[in-house]
């Protein structure tokens, strides 16, 4: 069974199109991440939610809007696409317990805009 | 600011030889965790190795060991008996308890045969 899992795995789009990539955990854990990793790999947080409420929002363009309907889902939605945009994201869950925060990180979303 | 530093954008080491990866950190919290993350070529993200600021024992996970020297804020990874299959991008990444992960630029690591 897949921990993390998203959908889909490669996404390419037009500019000024609307997209949405989803995200599902099965580990029971609170919080889910969506991270952005650039083209030179470096990985950034975008987003945090605890039990579906934002926690964590980066300086992130309104363009992004993340949703979680229950704690074992968050979805990003990017409204308008750039092709700055193109890049993989990243989606995490992770608990608080003995093992401090570690984060289960899904296979990725490799987005291409046009 | 807290940040992340990893020196080496790219290392290579010949297959069954050890290689240390190096990671320097900035903060002022005194309750962290520091990890490394693996990312070979399928682009998942592997946890390595996980270590706990409050514990002076550096964390070690088979043929993965870390150097953690806190007071110089300092978080190696050690591979030994490097294998093929460790061929991939290497993060270093720091969380203050209660906040966010913070990546290191990357050290892409090729084991050679």
């Known amino acids: 069974d897949t921990a993390v899992s998203q959908t889909p795995k490669y996404l390419v789009t037009q500019m000024g199109n609307d997209k949405s990539i989803k995200c599902e955990q099965n580990?029971?854990?609170?919080?889910m991440y969506w991270y952005k990793q650039d083209s030179k790999k470096f990985l950034k947080i975008m987003f945090s939610?605890?039990?579906?409420?934002?926690?964590i929002n980066e300086t992130v363009p309104n363009r992004f809007s993340p949703k979680s309907p229950d704690k074992a889902h968050l979805n990003l939605h990017i409204n308008s696409l750039e092709l700055g945009d193109s890049a993989v994201y990243f989606c995490?869950?992770?608990?608080?317990?003995?093992?401090?925060?570690?984060?289960?990180f899904g296979p990725g979303t490799r987005l291409t805009v046009t | 600011a807290q940040t992340v530093t990893q020196s080496q954008p790219e290392m290579s080491v010949q297959e069954a030889e050890t290689v240390t990866l190096s990671c320097t950190y900035d903060?002022?919290?005194?309750?962290?965790?520091l990890f490394w993350y693996k990312q070979p070529p399928s682009r998942q993200m592997i946890l390595v190795i996980r270590?706990?600021?409050?514990?002076?024992q550096n964390a070690t996970e088979n043929r993965f060991s870390v150097n953690f020297q806190k007071a110089a804020k300092s978080f190696s990874l050690k591979i030994s008996d490097s294998q093929l299959g460790d061929t991939a991008m290497y993060f270093c990444?720091?969380?203050?308890?209660?906040?966010?992960?913070?990546f290191g630029q990357g050290t892409e690591l090729s084991v050679k045969p």
């Open positions: 995490a869950s992770s608990q608080e317990g003995d093992r401090g925060y570690e984060q289960y």
């Open positions: 580990l029971g854990h609170d919080t």
């Open positions: 939610y605890n039990n579906k409420e934002l926690i």
């Open positions: 903060t002022s919290e005194s309750n962290y965790y």
């Open positions: 270590q706990e600021a409050y514990k002076q």
């Open positions: 990444a720091f969380m203050p308890r209660g906040g966010k992960l913070i």
